[in-house]
Each structure stands twice: as C-alpha cells, then as structure tokens.
C-alpha cells in the first residue's frame, strides 16, 4: 500500500489541475489530521483508522461531457487502511459502469500475547522450555505428580509460564474489496446489469484448538478469496414485467491446513491426572486442523409479473442455487488412529441445493380496499453422500472409541401463506390486518414439523400535526411432532428453542409529532416477548426485548437547530436446567440451576447546526453516546456449588483481587447470585468549525474525541495462561487479548475546494 | 513509491487532465423548465442540479402540461402537483419511468403497502448539490428516522460497520422491496450473509442445523453488546438450546466452558466441519 505521503502526492496533483479547468463540478478535502491516545496503534475502534499526516480525506468529482457522457471520480481518506475510490461514468439513457476499490479493517486486538510462533502460514511452534515448564509443573514422570493440580491458588503454571517467550501479535483481518459494473439501459424497456466483485481478507483470528484435554489459542491465519459475479435483467413494458438473473461466487482459503504444536506432549508419553486418575496419552506432537474449505455457489433466478386491471398485480418468482465444497480428508489431521476414522474416504465433497418459489397477488380495486395473498416454498436439499465413519476422536491424545456416525441429510423446507386485507377508511388512514402459516419440514431434527401461526394487525395514519405507525403480532409455533422420546422436556434432550412450542407477541409503534414546521418529536416502541411453554424444567422459558425511543429536530432560528435522540433497549432470556448423567435416572433436583441473561443498552445522541456567520462560519456537533450492560443471576440448587456434578471446583481460585489470572467468581449455596457483568460503552463527540474564504474555498477543523471501554468478565480474566480452569482442563494456553480500550483526541485540519 | 503506485498516479493523471480540459455541458435548455421557471425560479434552479433535469420531459415529465396552469396565472388546479397526495399516488408518477432495476417489485411491497412512497425517501428538488439517488438525508439517517432502535442496535460494541460509512441497509436490504423476506437482496438470511462471509457458506461435512437454517438464530444482525454481534453471551447461548447430558446441563461460570470463547474453546467448528470426527465440532 501507498504511503500516506504518496497519496497526498497524488491528492495534490488531483486538486491542482481541476482547479484550472471550467468542466469539472465536485469538490476536494484535503488536510492534515493528528491523534492522540489512540490505544497501541492508530486504530480508532474496529473498524477505524485515523490518518496522521496530510491526507486527502473525500472528493468527489463530475465531468458532463458533450454527446450525454459523464464521469465521476470520488474518494476518500486516501493512504488509510480505510480507504476508498471509484470511478463511474456512462452515457445518459444508455449506460453505466463503475468500478470501486474499498478497504475495510477489522481489528480484534493488538499487541496481544501468545506463545505460539507461527514458523511457516499455518504452523504453529511452541518453545520446547515453555513444554517443559508446563510438564514438570503438573508431573515430573509417568506416575509422580509434584503439584496437585487442584489446589486452591495454586499459581505453579502461571508462574512458570509468565517469562517464557511470550510473543506479540496483532489480532485482525483487512478486506479490501474491489468491484465492477456495468449497467445498460439503451435498449427500449430493458436493463442489463453485470456486477463483479473481488474480495480479499486477510489477517488472522483468534482461534482455539482442543486435543481432548487441552485448549491452545493461537492466531490462525487467514487468506479468503471471494469472486462475486452477478448478471440480471430486467424487463417492464406496460402491464408486463420480468426479471432474469443469475450469480456466481467462488471462495478459497490460502491457508488449507492449521498444524499446533501440542502444548502438553510429553517427554515421558502418559502421565495420570491427579485428581481423577484419568491416564493421559499425549502422543501427538501436533495438532492439525482444517481451515475454512474452498467452496462455490452458483444461483439462478427469474421472476415476472403483470398489472391487471382495477388495480390487481400478479409477482411470481422462482430462486435456485446450489452451494458445493470438496476437500481432502487425510492431511487434515495428526490424531492417531486417523486412518481407520476415515472410513477410506481420501476426499470429500459437499453439496446442497436450495430454492425459492413465491407467488403474490395483490390490489386495491376500490381505492379504500386493498388485499394482498402470497405463497412461499424454501427449500433445501442436502445432497451429499451418506458418509460413514466408524469411530470418532475426541482429540488428538486419546484414542478413538467405537463411535459409528456419519453425515446426516440436513434437507428442510418451509411453506408459508400469508393474507392481508387493508382498508383506508378516510385519507391519511390506513388500517390493516394480516394472518400467516408457516409450515417447516425436517429431515434431521429432533420435532419433523413446526407450524407458525401468525396474525396481526397494522395502523398507519397521517394527520395534520402528527402520524402513527403501529403493528401489532401474535405468533404461536407449534412442533407437530417430535421424535420418538425426544420431546424437549425429556432428559437427555436440548429445548432446542428454534424449534420447540413457542408463543410470541410482537409489536412495533411510531409516533412523529409535528406541531409547527420547526419542531418534531418521535416516539418509538418496539418489542418481542416470547415464552416456551414446553420448557418447565429443562431449557429456554422466555425471552424478551423491548425499545423505547425519542428522538427530536428543533429549528430555533433559520441558522440554528438541535437535535437529539435518546434509545433504551431491554433484552432479557429465562433458562433453567440441571446436570443429568448419562441417563435421565442421575438427575437429582438438588443440581437445578436457573439463569437470567439481561442486557440492557441506552442510546444517547445530540446534536446541533449553527450558522455563526451566515454564508461564513458555520459550526456544528455531534454527540453520542451508547453505554451496553449485561449481567446473569444466576440461582443454583442446595448441592450445585462445589458439587460433583457442578464444575464450581474447590479447586478453582474464587479471588476476584487474585494477581494472577483467571479469577472467579463467589457463589453462594442455594441462592442468587450475580455473575459479573459485561458493560461496554462507547462515546463520540465530534465538533466541526467551516469557514467560507470565497464560494469555492473552505477550512475546516474538527475536534473529535471517542473513547470506549468495556469490561468482560470471560475475557479480562484471560492471560497467556490459565491454569485451574477447572479440573479436567487445567492446563489451557489461551492468548493474552485484554479488551481495546481508548480515549482517543484526534484533530483536523483541512481546507475544502468546490468547482 | 512501488511501481503499481507510479502507473496507478499516471494513469488517474492523465484521466483528469483530459476530463478538466473538455468544455462545459452546454447550459440546459429543456421546454417548459425555463417558462416555469419565470415564477419558480428556485425550484427549478434546484432540478436543474439533478440528474432528472436531463430529461427531454422536465418539468412536465412529473407535472404534467403546464399551458393551463400558466393561462390561468398559476392556478395549481390546473397541475398536477404533489402536495397532499398519498404516497402511493405519488409514487406512481415516479413509477412511470423507474419501473426496472430495483423498483420493479415497489407496487405492493412492505413500505409502499404501508403509505412510505417515493418522495417519503427522496428529494426530486433538493437543496444544494445533488445527493446520490436524490435521498433527502443521508442513507443511514434516513432509514433509521423511522427504524430508531435499528439506530441504537447500530451503536452498540459489536455492530457492523455502518455508522463508520463502509456499509449502508442497502447493503443487505432492497428498500424499494422484492420476493424476499424482509426485503434481503438474496433469497435467505444466510444467502445474504455467505455474500460476505462465503467461508461459512460450506456446505459441510457435518452441520449445525440451526446454523444451516438462519444465522439469526444466534446473532443480531444489527448490533449487540457481546462479541461476534451473539445475541446472548457464552455459554448461555449455547446451553439454551443444549441441556442434555453431562457438560451441556451443567452450570457454567468459573470454567472452561465460560471463559475465553466458552463453548466454542472446545467446539471451534460450530459453523461446520469437514473433519471426520467433526461432529461434534470440535475440529
């Protein structure tokens, strides 16, 4: 990528030489910007890049050309991982083209720890030390352990670990995006369209991999090509019209194959785990994984339809696609006795069809009285071979059990009917009411049919001052069947709440409130509740969310306005469940445990526009503000803490002012308690001073101050180790990501030219 | 400077040298716009700045013929105006030309059966410069001046990357309608998704039913407060739907199965995998 200071080359010239020429209309930004506290990078967020230096940060250019021709040239932030530019062009009536390029960052984390190496793409190394150090914490031969893994603070590994060569990464993918078109419109009633699009993304993601006892993070790299060829066309020509279409999309993966060295191979080939005797086989020096396989999709589509007289229209349409991915199966990983899992099979490819039919037809034949009926199929067909595996792995330290299964046909479909009727009983009002049935058929879940029933009613009404819009919904899902002993509140089985017995009540309203034509005023209200009556012991009971808004415009004077805005979300869920043993017979009532998730979002945002100077300084701002919190209360049974069947350990270090990491959290036996919460909260305030030297020239500078913090309890308690996590896995290596946090100054100075 | 850089730089400069030097579109000189424009001289000073001002028709192509309207000294009953009309109506003015590319499917879609027509969104006579398709706001303001809470969601932690300008709601939604639910420009949910994110479009060896089925199922398309836009936060999300034997049922908090990436720790695949023993995901 070009230097900043390159690209302000480039900027320059752009402005120097329109600014001779008459032709040209648009206008050019460019300037020089400065952050301050930005956190480690330049990065401003996930998706932001402050430039520093001189930069060109948005222009946007048109020629008229004689004959109907045209161009435009736009840009913006040139020399950014945020960049963009295109450039369109065509002839009036006839056609267009464009083409684009578009940068897009996505940052995770910086400067996080980790003690893998990544030696070649895809090959991870640890230390041999660092193996070692972790072996000779937990045993120093095949039968002796010297440090009881499940001692209470026990801080030997995190200890051990904490200098061992820990590594800086940064934790994140670019995607830049190049696209092309072109739109022909010279023919009488006809539209062409081809699109293409090329997407790239490449980085890395923070990614776990599980032998069967251990977890190692690492930073798996990515390479993802994407190809995006769209070609559709659209026919109308009085009562008739029709569309035909069809898509084609190719993904690869640079990066076919991840191989991790094996944090917990031993020297000495088994050792037992001290707290349940459990041998350990740690043969595999190390672990392979597959990536994210190579894949194509190509769809066609083709719709039509026709106005009838009296208002009527007919719309069908009909969607298809197909989706498949090959790849080779035995390089894909180092677990032992891979061979004999593999049911012979080198490769394998995958393949599922999916389709669309909709028929709609709909009018108003008296002006206050309008209908609309509409049916849907979606279907999918699985059409990959029945694969067969006759014994399965959990990782790559133990051996594979018996454990015959194979790929299960995924197909389903849904039908879905719907019918309105609306009226408009005086102008301005319109009311409405609808009713709809889903019907979806499974092949492989656990209920084979579930109905929704939907009904509803709609209001829209504009009046002098004000106009509403409301719906409001109920929805009740039913499973015609489950499978046989599989019913959600049986033991053993998920409530599977995509599919179980659900009812819903679902509405929606706006109020806007014009008095006079300087002031509105919105009201907004939105909401799903959602309750499972199938679910009384094991499961998702119900679930909620509501939102609650205004917002507001307000003209004081012809140079001054306010704005502001202000959103609370409420998003709720009800569980409860129990450990049950292999069989339902071990559940005991004294292991229930019940969980309230809330999260709850305010939304502020303010605002205003001032023309200081008329015709020569204007001032504006912006401010907002949106601070997310979520919590679990969590009520547990007599026996649940510290327990055998509850992994609340003795073993696990509950000091929340604990040095080393992770710590937990203190429960207590047989009541409430609150699981810590997450709470994220983001601030921006942008504040903008322009003044107008002539009609063409401008300056500008802004203040922008964001700042974002967030605390989460899963994630600030990880360090480059972890150790205690819990019995049966104590000796995770996870990477050391501390959630970005900032409180960014960035300011900017630019001059704007219009032609 | 890389040499890409250098032939890139030449050819952007000699593309707008030779646009900067062509001569200036002949001024407009359309029937009827300049006779209107002896009484409305800043309504039309306006379309004259937009695309629409290129048409042979003008003012009339949306107002009708004016010659009554003018011999009766402006009588705006003697024109076809737009002032109190419902928006379906309107609509169908702008209709009559716009009927292809993505508003063939407007007549009886979502927002035209609920009275949100053409001019609802766009500014046939806007002030100042011409914004792209003549949108009376900026895309995302507009949309989210009725959809206030798809505002909110969009400022929470995780949201996509639309208050930053790098995506809009028409880069998943047809706001002018089509056949699909919710107005998505492909057939499903996931279809819309896999146009971005085509690694977890598989198909896979093994699959997560309710991830095959709709994405939504458990994330919020349009923002949340935990990471990876996940509708409710590890492990519960999971243990929603799993509560069967042994580990799924269990109560989760101080472990493995909470910290870090919760059950994905162990289950990294849960979008797919093609790993022979990846049925459970775990490879």
Known sequence: M????????????????????????????????????????????????????????????????????WMEMGATDLGTNTQSAWLRGGKRGDFKWRMGWDELPYVVGQNVDTHYVETNPGVFRLPDALRSSMQSTYWTSTTAVTVAANTPGNVALGTALAGLFPNKVDLGTQRRTATGGLEITAIDHVTLNLDY??????????????????????????????????MNAQYANGRWF????????????????????????????????????????????????????????????????????????????????SMEMETGLMAGSTIPYYADQTGGYNTINARMDTSL?????????????????????????????????????????????????????????????????????????????????????????FAEEVKDTIAGVTFDGTFKSFSVRAAYSELSRTPSKFEEGETPDVAGVGSFNDQARRTAKIYNAVLTYMPTDDLAVSFTAAGVKNTF?????????????????????????????????????????????????????????????????????????????WQVIPGKLDLTSDFDYSQGRGDSVYTVGSLAVGATHSWQSAGYNSDPNATTKPY???????????????????????????????????????????????????????????????????????????????????????????? | MTKRAWVLMAATLGLTLGLATTPVRAAEGK??????????????????????????AACQGCHGDATAHIAGGGDKSKIHTFKGLPASEASATCLKCHEKAGQTHFKGSAHDSREVGCVTCHD?????????????????????????????????????????????????????????????????????????????????????????????????AHGSIHDNLLKVKQPILCQQCHIGTRHPGQLHVNDRYSFGQGCLNCHPKIHGSTHPTGNRFWR
């Open chain 1, 664 to 755: 937990g959290f203190n429960m207590a036996n047989a009541g409430p308690f609150l699981n810590q919460e997450v709470v994220n909260r983001i601030f921006i305030w942008k504040t903008q001073a322009t003044y107008r030297f002539t009609k063409q020239l401008s300056g500008s500078l802004l203040l922008w101050l964001q700042r974002y913090d967030k605390k989460d309890w899963a994630q600030d308690a990880m360090s480059t180790y972890t150790y205690l996590v819990d019995p049966g896995a104590n000796k995770s290596i996870f990477m050391g990501r501390i959630n970005p946090a900032y409180d960014a100054k960035v300011i900017r100075a630019s001059v704007s030219y219009r032609f």
């Open chain 1, 197 to 230: 699009r090329y997407d790239r993304r490449e980085g890395n993601q923070i990614t776990p991999i599980y032998d069967g006892t251990t977890i190692a993070q690492f930073a798996a790299p990515i390479d993802y090509k994407t190809h995006n060829f769209n």
């Open chain 1, 242 to 321: 029709a569309e035909v279409g069809m898509d084609l999309s190719r993904f690869t993966d640079g990066v076919e194959r991840l191989y991790v060295d094996n944090p917990m191979r031993l020297t000495n080939v088994s050792a037992t785990n001290p707290t349940t005797g459990a041998y350990y086989q740690q043969q595999a020096a190390v672990m392979g994984m597959p990536t994210a396989p190579d894949n194509s999709a190509f769809g066609w589509n083709v719709a039509g339809g026709v106005n009838l007289p009296l208002h009527h229209r007919v719309v069908a349409s009909y969607t298809s696609s």
């Open chain 2, 31 to 56: 029937t009827g716009a300049a006779q209107c424009a002896e009484c409305h001289q800043e309504t039309v000073d306006r379309f004259r700045a937009t695309p629409h001002s290129h048409s042979a």
């Open chain 1, 357 to 445: 039919t909709t028929l709609k037809v709909m009018g108003d034949p008296m002006g206050w009285l309008g209908y609309s009926v509409s049916y849907r199929r979606y279907e999918l067909k699985d059409k990959t071979f029945e694969y067969y595996f006759p014994l399965r792995g959990r990782g790559d330290s133990t051996a594979p059990t018996a454990d015959p299964h194979g790929h299960e046909d995924e197909s389903w479909k849904k039908d879905s009917v719907k019918a309105e009727v609306h009226f408009k009983p005086m102008r301005g009002m319109r009311l409405g009411a609808f009713v709809s049935q889903d019907n979806a058929d499974y092949k492989n879940r």
């Open chain 2, 124 to 220: 046939v006579h806007p002030k100042g410069a011409a914004p792209k398709a003549l949108l009376s706001k900026p895309q995302f303001e507009l949309c989210t001046s009725c959809h206030l809470q798809k505002k909110a969601a969009l400022m929470r932690s995780g949201h996509m990357p639309m208050r930053e300008g790098k995506m809009n709601c028409t880069s998943c939604h047809n706001p002018h309608g089509n056949t699909h639910e919710k107005q998505l420009i492909q057939a499903s949910v996931n279809a819309n998704c896999y146009a971005c994110h085509a690694e977890k479009r598989g198909p896979f060896l093994f699959e997560h039913a309710p991830v095959r089925e709709n994405c939504l199922n458990c994330h919020d």
């Open chain 1, 2 to 69: 070009m230097t900043s200071k390159q690209l302000f080359g480039i900027a320059f010239a752009l402005v120097a030489l329109p600014v001779c020429a008459q032709a040209v209309q648009g206008q050019i930004e460019v300037g020089v910007s400065r952050g301050y506290d930005l956190g480690n990078k330049d990065a401003l967020g996930k998706y932001e890049n402050v430039p520093t230096g001189p930069g060109l940060y948005s222009m946007d250019l048109r020629w008229d050309l004689p004959s109907n021709y």
């Open chain 1, 533 to 609: 009556p199938d679910a009384p012991l094991h499961g998702l009971q119900d679930s909620r969310t509501d939102t609650y808004g205004m917002d507001f415009t307000y003209s004081l004077t012809d140079r001054f306005s306010l704005n502001g805005a202000y959103v609370y979300e409420y998003i709720d869920s009800r569980m409860i469940s129990q450990y049950l043993g292999t069989t339902a017979s071990t559940a005991l009532a004294a292991d229930k445990w019940a969980n309230k998730s809330r999260d709850q979002v305010d939304t502020f945002k303010a605002g205003f526009r």
